[in-house]
Every structure is written in structure tokens, then in C-alpha cells.
């Protein structure tokens, strides 16, 4: 299976609930190793920029105010299939419709506040990894 590197976010809600590391224990456990990590407070442009794609959607505006309503933990996980990987392991957007064990069945309280962000294909991957890092600050494990 191909070594891959996907974005992962914990969102305010979960930094909020100290769930950070809980959640990155997730990741861990299942095998993906984190080679980059910040904790950071997004600003209106950054977090416009990050989810321009859906910019004309109706919750675009409430997903940015929510981005922004406290501090981030922004991530690169490296691992087998690792973008596929941390889809799983997160769940379905909406928390409701989450399988149970998922990290957003566990810790996210609404479609809105629901906890964790992860690319969601290669070329998102890539574009959204160096949306918020420098190679400089990936450091690879071996
Ligand atoms: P994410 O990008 O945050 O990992 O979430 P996702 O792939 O599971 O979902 P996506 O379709 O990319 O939507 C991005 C975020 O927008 C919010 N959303 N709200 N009210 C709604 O119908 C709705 N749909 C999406 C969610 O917070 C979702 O995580
Ligand atoms: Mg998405």
C-alpha cells in the first residue's frame, strides 16, 4: 500500500473539550504517524482560503465563524493509505450518521461542530499540507 501524507485539523469544539489528545491517539494507534503538528488561531482569510471550495455554499459563513471561534490543531499524518485512512477513522460529517468508535461519533456535537477535518483525496492532500506547512516543518519519521 502506497505511503501517504494527508491534512488533519482538530477543530475548536474538540481542542475546546481537551480531546486533543485523545484524538491524536487515534490516529497513532491506528498506525499513521503524525510528522507535523501546530496548534494555531485561524484567521477569517486563512480559514476562507482553506475551505474556498465551498464558498457558495449556504454554510460557508457558519463554517468559517466556526473555524475561527478558538484555536486549531493542524497536522500531517503519514502512513498506508493514509488520506482513506483518517476518512475512517474521523466518520461521516454529520455525527449523527458517524459509525460508532468514529472520533466524530465520539467527540463532535453537530455537522457543525464535528471535531475533525482530513483531506479527502491526494491532490486536496497536497494542497491543503502546504497550505499550512513549510517543508521545512515535516519531518519525516522513516
Ligand atoms: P471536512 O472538510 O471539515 O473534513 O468535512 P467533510 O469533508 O466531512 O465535509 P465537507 O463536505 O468537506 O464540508 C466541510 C465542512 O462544512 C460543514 N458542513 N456543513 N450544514 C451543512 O449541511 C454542512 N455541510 C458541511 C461541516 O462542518 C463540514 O465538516
Ligand atoms: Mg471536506
Redesign the pocket.
Known amino acids: 500500500m502506497a505511503q501517504e501524507r494527508t491534512l488533519s485539523i482538530i477543530k475548536p469544539d474538540a481542542v475546546a473539550k481537551n480531546a486533543v489528545g485523545d484524538i491524536i491517539s487515534r490516529f497513532e494507534k491506528a498506525g499513521l504517524q503524525v510528522v507535523a503538528c501546530k496548534m494555531v488561531s485561524l484567521s477569517q482569510e486563512k480559514a476562507e482560503g482553506f475551505?474556498a471550495e465551498?464558498s457558495e455554499r449556504p454554510?460557508f459563513k457558519d463554517?468559517v465563524s466556526f473555524m475561527t471561534s478558538g484555536p486549531v490543531v493542524v497536522q500531517v499524518l503519514e502512513g498506508d493509505n493514509a488520506i482513506a485512512k483518517n476518512r475512517e477513522l474521523?466518520g461521516a460529517?454529520d455525527p449523527k450518521k458517524a459509525e460508532a468508535g468514529t472520533i466524530r461519533a465520539d467527540f463532535a456535537t453537530s455537522?457543525?461542530a464535528?471535531a475533525?477535518?482530513?483531506s479527502?483525496a491526494p491532490e486536496s492532500a497536497q494542497r491543503e499540507v502546504a497550505y499550512f506547512f513549510s517543508d521545512e516543518e515535516i519531518c519525516p519519521r522513516g
Do not use: A, K, P, R
Request: aromatic share 16%; proline share 0%; hydrophobic share 40%.
Open positions: 475551505y465551498h454554510f463554517l474521523m460529517t455537522i457543525d464535528n475533525v477535518h482530513g479527502d
